[in-house]
């Protein structure tokens, strides 16, 4: 294997960007504590300040509703929670309704009890099924409080992207509240909170390539709010106690300003991404029945223009991986590792994809700094490796 290595799981984590590697440098030179009132707590301030003002304009929201958190892992858990207020009278959620190909950290319900939530399916192309959304809102009952849905804006593993403002409308007429994951969207596709018309939305630092263990809730109003999950002091308008991460939330809101300026680069991804498709699929032409070479819509307006799912059929997603690492491509597989055992994905099982075809299935992500020749390595020994796997099923 040759020194030269190529990221293509942005997806999981971007790579730390310099904008933001800076701010992190320079936060740390200071001393204050934010919620001090003399000169150096206040140049704290002002670095945190500055930071809500990057991060609200990359999705089009109100700095002052962007609440900072440790990542959107724990913005979920505050946000899925039967006690929401409005207007300071309480606002409580009956039951809880998420897609079924959420991120664990909404599928497990946040602050809600288990029999309070459900799943609401998606099609065979991994888009919320509206109709079931519908028929769902209206047999809720109001009596228990408001409906809370929680859907995403785009998948982490297909790269498809939801129907959130209907969906919100939808919510909206049953007097109801949408949650929206914008996590892999945010950087990659224009967001604009108003038009999404989400109650809340859900950010994550280091998918932007800014540092780990900084992310965001943003609420639509200030005034309709979940109740805090960390209590205390009262920071971050007493939404999220505890002394602020100035240095990670510096580098986050300078990896936010970098994400807006590179929308303009993500034709060029597009267009990698669809070559990388293109040859990816040329290379299973050995047996059109016996793969599925691609899950993708081949539609950029409905999928992230970095994100695309391959299978090799019969083949081991977890094994893919490592055959790519070695050849020195990074990639994931579709299905989660946990605890040292394989786990189908929840996504591709949602969408009806058979077995034997999700078992083989990667996840290649791109990114800004994505090259023609961190393609070409990786098409290189993907042919290698569907080369290598034709030959065993032929023996």
């Known amino acids: 294997m040759s020194g030269t290595r190529t990221y293509l799981d942005w997806n999981a ?19 204050g504590n934010p919620s001090s009132v003399h000169a150096e707590g206040q140049r704290a301030r002002a670095i945190i300040e500055t930071a809500r003002e990057k991060v609200a304009a990359l999705v089009g929201a109100e700095a002052h509703n962007v609440i900072f958190t440790s990542g959107a892992t724990e913005a979920a858990n ?12 309480p606002r409580p959620a009956g039951r809880l309704y998420v897609s079924a190909i959420e ?44 409906p809370l849905v929680a859907l995403m804006l785009a998948n982490n593993e297909t790269g498809m992207i939801q129907p959130v403002s209907q969906a919100a409308q939808a919510v909206h007429a049953a007097n109801g509240t949408l949650i929206c994951d914008a996590v892999q969207a945010a950087g990659r596709i224009r967001i604009n909170m108003t038009e ?7 950010l994550s630092s280091h998918k932007l390539g800014g540092p780990k263990g900084a992310g965001a809730l943003i609420l639509a109003r200030d005034t309709v709010n979940p109740a805090p ?42 267009a990698l991404r669809d070559r990388l498709e293109t040859s990816a699929n040329r290379a299973h032409s050995w047996s059109s029945s016996n793969h599925s070479a691609s899950f993708a819509l081949l539609c950029a307006q409905s999928r992230l223009p970095n994100t ?30 946990s605890s040292g055992k394989v786990k189908r994905s929840h996504v591709l099982d949602a969408m009806g994809v058979d077995p034997e075809t999700a078992s083989g299935t990667i996840r290649v992500s791109l990114g800004t700094a994505t090259t023609e020749d961190d393609v070409d390595r990786f098409l290189a020994a993907w042919a290698a490796i569907v080369t290598a796997h034709t030959a065993r099923k032929a023996a």
């Open 308 to 337: 695309t799912l391959l299978s090799l059929r019969g083949a081991s997603a977890e094994t893919l991986v490592i055959q790519l690492d070695l050849a020195g491509v990074a990639v994931s597989a579709g299905a989660a590792c």
């Open 78 to 89: 505050q946000a899925l929670t039967p006690l929401w207020w409005a207007d300071g009278q």
């Open 229 to 270: 999950l960390i209590t205390g002091g009262g920071q971050e308008r007493r939404q999220r106690s505890g002394t602020e991460n100035v240095a990670a939330i510096a580098g986050f809101g300078a990896a936010a300003e970098a994400a807006l300026t590179d929308l303009d680069h993500m034709p060029r991804v597009a």
């Open 196 to 202: 999404l018309d989400a109650g809340a939305l859900l």
């Open 103 to 146: 991120h664990p950290c909404v599928l497990s319900g946040g602050r809600f009890a288990p029999g309070l939530t459900g799943l609401l399916p998606v099609t065979s192309a991994g888009i919320l099924d509206i109709s079931v959304l519908l028929q769902t809102l209206k047999l809720h009952d109001p009596a228990t409080g408001q």
């Open 13 to 31: 984590t971007a790579p730390m960007r310099p904008e933001a590697r800076a701010a992190m440098l320079a936060a740390l030179a200071e001393t």
